[in-house]
C-alpha cells in the first residue's frame, strides 16, 4: 500500500539575496487537509517561503515537494495544484465579480460545463452573491479579500496558500474570513501568514514560527506552551495570612509557587499569581486547599498564555541564542585585550 505523501514537504530550503540569506535551511511538512499559520516577525522570511512554494521565486538550494511533486522541475503541474492568495492580492478593478471568477476559472482549465455551478457554489461560500455583478474595483476591502480567496479556492487545487488574508479588515469581516478559512478543514490544505494571532489560534490545527529565516518552533498551540513557556498560572484574591498560603499550596502540588503579591486592599484581600510547571488542571484542589487552610477566597483562574506570549517567547529565544556567540566572542576579545595590556 502506498504512502500518501505530506500536501507540503520543505527540506533544507535555503534562498540568499547577494549576501543576505533570508530563508536559512528551514524544513518542515504539512499534512493533507490540515490548518497551518506561518509566523513571524517583519522580514523573517514568511512572504519569501510561500512565494518558493508556489514556484513564484526559485529556490537557492534545498527542495520543496506539493503533494509529492517537486516544485523546481515541474512548476506548471504545481501551479494546478496549488491556489494562491498574495499579500495586498492585485485584484482588475474593472472586472465584474462574477466576470473576474469565470476569467480565472478558464485559466485554471476548469472544464465549462462546471465552471458556471462551481462559480456559484464559490460565491455561496464566500458570501458573495449579492456582489457578484458589481465591478471589483468599487467592492471594500472585506469584499475585495474574499474575492482572493474566492479565487484561490476556485479550482478546487489540494494546496492552498494565503499570506496576509485578514489583513486591513474591520472585526466583522474577520470573523467571516476565519468560518470560510475553517470550512476548508480536511477538504483542502490551508497555510496561512498572518499577524492576527489570536485568528491563528483560533482557526489553524498547528503553527509554524519563524524569525531569521530558521524555523524556532513547530507544534500545536497547546505544544507550544508547554515546550517554551513550561508553567501555569493561577491569579487569586485571598484575604488571610501569606504564610498560611504558601503552607497551604504545598500539598498541591510540590513545584507550586507564589511568584507575585500585592499588598491588601480596603476590604484585607490581596491579588497572588501562583505559577507551576505542572499543566495539570490544579484549580479544583486548590481552592479546597486554601479554604481548609482557613483563607477566604474572592477569586482564583488559571491564566492561560496566549499564543502572542508563545511567539514573543519563541523568537525572543532564536535572538538571544544569535546573540550569545557574539557576546562570547566579544567577552574572549576584551579578555585577550585585557591579559596583553597586563
Not at 466576470?99 to 457554489?121: A, S, T
Request: proline share 6%; net charge neutral; aromatic share 4%.
Amino acid at each position: 500500500m502506498t504512502e500518501t505523501p505530506p500536501a507540503i514537504e520543505v527540506s533544507h530550503l535555503v534562498k540568499a539575496y547577494g549576501g543576505v540569506t533570508a530563508v536559512n535551511d528551514i524544513s518542515f511538512s504539512v499534512a493533507q487537509g490540515e490548518i497551518v499559520g506561518f509566523l513571524g516577525p517583519n522580514g523573517a522570511g514568511k512572504s519569501t517561503t510561500m512565494r518558493i512554494l508556489t514556484g513564484y521565486l526559485p529556490a537557492t538550494s534545498g527542495s520543496v515537494k506539493i503533494c509529492g511533486v517537486p516544485v523546481a522541475s515541474q512548476p506548471d503541474e504545481i501551479k494546478r495544484r496549488i491556489g494562491y492568495m498574495p499579500e495586498n492580492n492585485p485584484l482588475p478593478e474593472d472586472m465584474r465579480v462574477s466576470e473576474y471568477m469565470y476569467f480565472r476559472g478558464r485559466l485554471k482549465e476548469v472544464p465549462r460545463r462546471k465552471l458556471g455551478p462551481r462559480i456559484d457554489e464559490v460565491l455561496e461560500l464566500c458570501d458573495l452573491k449579492r456582489v457578484r455583478h458589481k465591478i471589483i474595483g468599487q467592492l471594500s476591502k472585506g469584499f475585495r479579500q474574499r474575492v482572493g480567496i474566492a479565487e484561490a479556492i476556485l479550482a478546487e487545487p489540494p494546496v492552498i496558500i494565503m499570506d496576509e488574508p485578514t489583513i486591513g479588515l474591520d472585526p466583522h469581516q474577520i470573523l467571516i474570513v476565519r468560518d470560510l478559512i475553517a470550512s476548508l478543514r480536511g477538504r483542502m490544505t490551508v497555510i496561512i501568514s498572518s499577524h492576527i494571532l489570536p485568528e491563528i489560534e483560533m482557526t489553524c490545527d498547528r503553527v509554524l514560527i519563524i524569525n531569521q529565516g530558521r524555523v524556532v518552533a513547530q507544534g500545536t498551540p497547546a505544544d507550544l506552551r508547554r515546550e517554551i513557556l513550561g508553567h501555569s498560572t493561577y491569579k487569586l484574591e485571598v484575604a488571610g495570612a501569606v504564610e498560611m498560603l504558601e503552607h497551604s499550596i504545598l500539598g498541591v502540588d510540590s513545584d507550586l509557587r507564589v511568584t507575585e503579591q500585592a499588598e491588601p486592599d480596603a476590604s484585607g484581600f490581596r491579588r497572588v499569581t501562583l505559577t507551576t510547571g505542572c499543566n495539570d488542571e490544579l484549580g479544583e484542589k486548590l481552592f479546597t486547599n486554601i479554604v481548609a487552610a482557613g483563607l477566604r477566597v474572592r477569586a482564583l483562574t488559571r491564566k492561560q498564555p496566549t499564543l502572542e506570549d508563545v511567539f514573543l517567547a519563541a523568537t525572543r529565544r532564536s535572538w538571544d541564542a544569535v546573540a550569545a556567540p557574539t557576546a562570547r566572542s566579544g567577552d574572549g576579545i576584551k579578555a585577550k585585550g585585557a591579559g596583553a595590556g597586563s
